[in-house]
């Protein structure tokens, strides 16, 4: 044979052996999360968890302190 023949069909060879290849791997995956999926929904597993909450704010019994801040000039205390 020749290159005009020959080259395709190399190709399409390669080509070929390479999607048996993708589908001994593939269709093996495939069957294992089709028998996952059932068996969840068989069990009900597949059931959401409750979402967490966010956690609270402390809360405080005794009293909480503030400061209040007041402008202070320069001109009264000489110093600022």
């Known amino acids: ?7 395709p069909l190399g190709i399409f060879r390669l080509l070929f052996g390479l999607l048996m290849l993708a589908l001994r791997l593939a269709l093996p995956i495939a069957v294992l999360v089709v028998l996952v999926v059932l068996y969840r ?7 959401a968890r409750p979402r967490q909450e966010k956690p609270k704010e ?3 019994d005794g009293p909480v302190y503030t400061v209040d ?3 202070v000039d320069e001109d009264e205390h000489g110093t600022y």
């Open 1 to 7: 044979m020749g290159w005009l023949l020959g080259l």
């Open 69 to 71: 801040y007041e402008e």
């Open 58 to 60: 402390p809360e405080f």
């Open 41 to 47: 929904r068989k069990t009900g597993a597949h059931t």
